[in-house]
Every structure is written in structure tokens, then in C-alpha cells.
């Protein structure tokens, strides 16, 4: 159980609509993460938050929105996504950004765009 | 251009094989962990290396990082069915101040056959 939860698991959208992503994490951590997962890529870091603050803009395109209410939760809201935004989302946490804080990732949500 | 290059992409073998795949960069990392994904789920970290020339068993896993860490091997031996699954080794770089961000190689997806 690693303590990190998402939802939806599974999300299909088309190119209109405007959906959210949830990530809840229950390890009292204080950063958390968005990352993308695609097919033939290497994991790609998105936004970092560090308390509540964005710490990381990964020059993500702005139909990506995240926000941050607390150190437990972290959405990324979607809107006039493209097919070439389907992939993998995964959402992480940590005890803090220091080089020793062990990353924990949530099972992702698989995100399709018609 | 990727900072992490993994090897091999792809590996099939026979339960009761050893095996080694490689994380190689030109970059020098703070310091670098393996995790393995299995399928629907996020990574799960293995293990955290630091000090150039560590090595560090987990099991029948051994993980080496290089002596100018800039690389590192993973080691396993006698593998099993249950080793299935996508290993990625990811670097963490400063991001500013005293926080850290981790960088993703592709990933060796292994595949051990009963």
C-alpha cells in the first residue's frame, strides 16, 4: 500500500471537454509531483509543489493547470487536451525535495483523448 | 537529449538466469535509484545509491553505482517470473537551493519466463 491514491484510474475525454485529475497522499508528506508517462519516453517530471507552493513548471503546456490546496492533495485540471496528451499521469509525494527523500508514486490514471 | 540512457530496451529470459542492465549518463547525479513498475501500477523504489563505487544488495538483486556516478548496473540473479516487470533508474540534479528533481531513463522492460 504505498499511500498515494489516484483517481480516476481510467479517463477518456474528448478534445472539448474539461476533466480533473485527483491525487490524495496519506504519508504526511510535504512535495508532491505530476508526472507523464508515455509510451517510448522517459518518465517526464511536470509541476512540483513544496508546501503548497509550485516549485516546478516543467515548460508544461497551459491545458495542463495543477493545484494545490494542501500538502495532501494536488489536481491537475485538463481542458482542449490533444491525442498526443494520452498517456500514463502518475502522481508522487515526499517527505520534502532534498536528494535523500524517496519519491512515493501512485498507480496512475490512463488518460485517453479522442 | 536524454540524460539517462538504459540498456537493454527489452529483455526475455529463462527463470534461473542472471541478468545485468545498465543506466549510463554523461551527467554526474546526486544521487540515483532504481525502481521497478509493474503493469497498472506506478514505480516503486528498489533501492538509492550516492557514494561513487557503492554497492548494495537487496535479495538476489545487487545494484553497483559508478565510481564517478554517472552510471550504475543492476544485477540480478537467478531470476524469477515475479522480477517481470519495468525497471527505471532515474538521477536526481539540483533544481535550486537545496532541492533536488529526478530525471527518468526509458526503462529495461524484463520479462522472466517460467
Known amino acids: 500500500e504505498t499511500g498515494v491514491t489516484q483517481t480516476p484510474r481510467h479517463l477518456v475525454m474528448g478534445m472539448t471537454n474539461k476533466k480533473s485529475l485527483k491525487c490524495e497522499q496519506h504519508l504526511g508528506h510535504n512535495a508532491m509531483y505530476w508526472y507523464k508517462q508515455s509510451a517510448k519516453k522517459p518518465l517526464e517530471l511536470m509541476f512540483v509543489?513544496?508546501?503548497?507552493?509550485?516549485?516546478e513548471n516543467n515548460s508544461v503546456p497551459s491545458r495542463f493547470s495543477p493545484e494545490c490546496p494542501n500538502s495532501s492533495h494536488l489536481f491537475l485540471h485538463l481542458h482542449t487536451l490533444q491525442p498526443e496528451d494520452s498517456a500514463l499521469y502518475l502522481c508522487?509525494?515526499?517527505?520534502?525535495?532534498?536528494?535523500?527523500?524517496?519519491?512515493?508514486f501512485g498507480p496512475g490514471t490512463r488518460l485517453t483523448v479522442l | 537529449t536524454q540524460l539517462l540512457e538504459q540498456s537493454p530496451q527489452f529483455l526475455s529470459i529463462q527463470e534461473g538466469e542472471n541478468l545485468t542492465v545498465y543506466c549510463n549518463s554523461s551527467s554526474v547525479f546526486s544521487s540515483l535509484q532504481w525502481y521497478r513498475q509493474e503493469p497498472g501500477e506506478g514505480p516503486v523504489l528498489l533501492v538509492t545509491v550516492v557514494t561513487g563505487g557503492e554497492v548494495k544488495k537487496l535479495k538476489r538483486l545487487t545494484f553497483q553505482f559508478g565510481d564517478a556516478r554517472k552510471d550504475s548496473s543492476l544485477h540480478i540473479t537467478a531470476a524469477q517470473p515475479g522480477d517481470t516487470g519495468l525497471y527505471l533508474c532515474?538521477?536526481?540534479?539540483?533544481?535550486?537551493?537545496?532541492?533536488?528533481?529526478?530525471?527518468f531513463g526509458k526503462g529495461t522492460l524484463l520479462t522472466v519466463n517460467p
Open positions: 508522487a509525494s515526499s517527505r520534502m525535495t532534498r536528494v535523500a527523500d524517496t519519491q512515493y
Open positions: 509543489y513544496n508546501f503548497k507552493e509550485q516549485t
Open positions: 532515474a538521477g536526481a540534479i539540483p533544481s535550486g537551493g537545496s532541492n533536488y528533481k529526478l530525471t
